[in-house]
């Protein structure tokens, strides 16, 4: 395989916001986001994309291809245990309602999400993607972006209710 | 709470509730006659537009959350992605500390695990001169010993380069009928002990006993977790002995 051309080059630079946002949605941490964009990026250049390809589609699909390589190798229960320390200390230390706290439920119930329903919501909610758009990006179908997305809010409406029922 | 299973609608096929709805709502995907009839009933359903405030703020709080973090990468891949003659020196990730770190940690414990077999006081660690020359030199085979020093003996097994760009060998010592297994790793010119365990070793003078399963497992977990491609052959590893590496 060819390596990149000046012209995908440029395209990849653009798609890097969006390629990092990805990056976070599935790893929901921002020094894993930060590695995982690093590896994609050099696994690009490395090994390139055919000429034809498209860039935003063909470095998402790398980006998943690393990360699972990633969580393979890696201890998830560790990971795990450390998240669920991290969602206890949002939960008990909130007196009110301001958005830094908010921001922090929110941050704690994305991380809960599976990566997938956390992929399509950042890419409807966020990026603003229409279902067809995400859903030849991801590479699945138009329904599934649909389901994910209605899922991963039902889930994060139904969670966050359920640590303010905990708190009141 | 309202049973959403009441509002169940089949759109195309699919079984969507109220939360479906919703959704596709917020992102502008419900054709006009279905948004008519939600739109008509939020007017009417407290409940229902209570869900709605609450799943646009999420979204809101979402949105923040990202743009945040995804301004602030903190590396520069585009000067990385840009440069025409990419060299790939592959900057340190996290995630190759960790695996450093995980490294400096199994042969410590392989380490222990091997000293505590009572079977030898021999330290296979000892990376020292004799044993660097034989790796920056040898080339690897199949069978047979290169004699060392005065305790040991040599034979480099394979060639490998490892994801972070460094060279790496999968080599055998043998000392008094006991053998040991490693990988040491060529690291800017320095050759660093990664993993070593125990194969085989002598018992009661001349009964061989094989080593756990645990430690020839370390070390082929090692070069599998490690290695970036397939072994070198014969003669790409001549060449770049002869290269210097």
């Known amino acids: 395989m060819s390596s990149l051309t000046a012209q995908q080059r440029q395209s990849l630079i653009d798609e890097l916001p969006r390629l990092k946002r990805f990056c976070l ?25 055919p000429a034809d390809a498209h860039v935003a589609k063909w470095s998402h699909r790398v980006c998943r291809n690393v990360w699972i390589d990633e969580i393979r190798s890696r201890d998830v229960r560790n990971r795990y245990a450390q998240s669920e320390g991290a969602v206890e200390g949002a939960g008990t230390t909130a007196e009110n309602a301001d958005e830094s706290v908010q921001l922090d439920r929110v941050s704690a119930a994305m991380e809960r999400l599976s990566p997938e329903q956390r992929a399509a919501l950042v890419k409807i909610a966020v ?10 990006i991801l590479e699945v179908p138009i329904g599934t ?11 994060l409406i139904e969670d966050l209710e359920w640590k303010a029922e905990r708190e009141a | 709470m309202k049973d959403d299973s009441k509002n169940v609608v089949d ?23 279905r948004t008519i009839s939600l739109a008509g009933r939020l007017k009417h359903e407290p409940a229902l537009r209570a869900r709605l405030f609450a799943m646009e703020n999420n979204d809101r709080l979402i949105g923040k959350l990202y743009c945040n973090q995804s301004n602030e990468s903190g590396r520069d891949l585009a000067s990385l992605i840009q440069t025409d003659n990419v060299a790939i020196f592959k900057p340190m990730t996290r995630w190759r500390e960790l695996a450093a770190g995980a490294i400096a940690a199994s042969v410590l414990a392989v380490v222990a695990l091997s000293l505590t077999t009572g079977q030898s006081t021999f330290n296979p660690m000892t990376m020292d001169r004799s044993l660097a020359q034989a790796l920056e030199r040898s080339p690897s085979r199949a069978s047979g010993w290169e004699h060392l020093d005065s305790k040991r003996e040599f034979r480099s097994v394979l060639t490998f380069p490892a994801a972070d760009g460094r060279w790496c060998r999968e080599f055998m010592l043998a000392h008094n009928e006991s053998h040991w297994r490693g990988v040491a790793c060529r690291d800017e010119g320095t ?22 399963a645990g430690d020839i497992e370390k070390v082929a977990r090692f070069i599998d977790e490690t290695a970036s491609d397939v072994a070198l052959g014969p003669q790409q590893e001549a060449t770049l002995i002869a290269s210097g590496w």
């Open chain 2, 191 to 212: 050759w660093v002990n990664q993993v070593v365990g125990s194969e085989v070793f002598l018992e009661r003078e001349t009964q061989y006993r094989p080593a756990g």
């Open chain 2, 11 to 33: 759109m195309d096929g699919i079984r969507v509730d109220d939360d479906h709805l919703l959704s596709m709502y917020i992102d502008g995907e419900l054709d006009a006659e």
């Open chain 1, 127 to 136: 990026e603003g993607c229409s279902y067809a758009e995400a859903a030849a």
């Open chain 1, 145 to 155: 972006i649909m389901s994910r997305v209605a899922r991963a809010r039902k889930a």
């Open chain 1, 25 to 49: 949605s599935l790893t929901s941490d921002p020094s894993d986001a930060d590695d995982l964009l690093q590896v994609t990026v050099e696994r690009l250049l490395e090994k390139g994309m």
